[in-house]
């Protein structure tokens, strides 16, 4: 049985979708505790999905998701007598796959997409910690790529680190194998920063699918830093400014978050952002190391302070020019600006 919860043009948030769980019907063939367990774990799924994207060079949003049950999966999937913390685990696939996924539950996927071999660390179902690389491996046709997230039972795991386990067999003393690769899969070697884990899972009943999340690749994203970004009217304003636009808001709290975000996304030339940012907090140096980063960004100051802001952005000169404002409307209007062609 599966639940749309949305699907629109608008990006999905956290609070979208904690919000869709809740007011969704629940189906009489569920009982409530297992309806409290399918909302808590799929917000902690949603909630992983986009703090990974956020530290991605590539932007995705939600565009939509669909919560999945199936009463025989969850039962072997609970009797599986493992006995290990389980793991919030993905794997890329095509829409195509989604009804063999479920009936065989994942039986027919013992290699991840990208591959036609029979598995680099072993024969295994494969799954990753990383949306970002599932997804960097998964082909469509289409614009939307997707997400498979589940549950997973990893039990006694096996470090691989080289390729003798290409093709064969999980160890007998083994539930699943470990490897730690880098972004074309292959292992980990020094020198290497980029570092992703795989999974290869040994039995279909150590996984429990729960989420289809489907990514839609998008070119463009808002960076808002201020200390208090979680006071007064501003969650307010972030919420509407996530419902208003089909692409990522993020707020930061502190300058070191917002640099590192611009600097993980902006090596893209064909990425596009805006920046808003308090007054305070010392938002001259935030700027200036902003516009070092790429000397055109769009930024603007929100602040009740606006005179004074005003007055020392004008002497700093540069072009675009720097904006101020108190107003929320202006925000608006200034992000419509940032991202008019593609808005148009």
Not at 227 to 243: H, W, Y
Not at 251 to 271: Q, R, V, W
Not at 304 to 311: I, N, P, R, W
Request: with cysteine.
């Amino acid at each position: 049985m599966t639940s749309d919860l949305n699907e629109s043009d608008i990006k999905l948030t956290t609070e979208d979708i904690d919000t869709a769980l809740r007011l969704i019907q629940q189906p009489a063939i569920i009982d409530q505790s297992m309806t409290e367990f399918l909302r808590g774990k799929s917000k902690d799924i949603t909630t992983c999905i986009l703090h990974t994207f956020q530290q991605s060079p590539k932007e995705y949003v939600i565009e939509n998701i669909t919560l999945v049950h199936n009463e025989v999966l969850y039962h072997n999937y609970s009797m599986c007598s493992i006995d290990t913390e389980e793991r919030i685990l993905f794997h890329g696939t095509k829409k195509t796959n989604f009804d063999d996924i479920f009936d065989d539950n994942l039986k027919n996927f013992t290699i991840i997409n990208r591959r036609t071999d029979n598995g680099w660390y072993g024969r295994g179902i494969y799954f990753s910690s990383s949306p970002h690389y599932c997804v960097t491996y998964t082909r469509s046709e289409h614009r939307i790529i997707y997400l498979l997230c589940c549950l997973v039972k990893l039990g006694r795991i096996f470090h691989v680190k080289d390729m003798s386990y290409k093709g064969k067999e999980i160890r007998k003393d083994a539930d699943s194998h470990y490897a730690q690769v880098n972004d074309a899969g292959y292992l980990i070697q020094a020198g290497e920063h980029n570092v992703y884990e795989e999974f290869a899972v040994k039995e279909s009943k150590q996984i429990f699918p729960m989420i289809i999340a489907g990514l839609r690749p998008v070119n463009r994203f808002v960076v808002w830093r201020d200390a208090k970004i979680a006071n007064g009217s501003n969650p307010t304003l972030i919420q509407t400014l996530k419902q208003q636009y089909g692409f990522n808001i993020y707020g930061c709290e502190s300058s070191t978050d917002a640099i590192n975000i611009l600097m993980c996304k902006l090596n893209d030339p064909l990425m596009r952002c805006a920046v808003l940012t308090n007054g305070g907090n010392e938002a001259e140096q935030f700027i200036d190391c902003c516009q070092a980063i790429r000397s055109t960004i769009p930024i603007m100051i929100y602040c009740v302070q606006v005179e004074y802001h005003k007055a020392w952005t004008e002497k700093k000169g540069g072009e675009p020019k720097i904006q101020v404002t108190g107003c929320p409307n202006d925000v608006f209007s200034f992000i419509n600006a940032a991202f008019s062609e593609e808005l148009n």
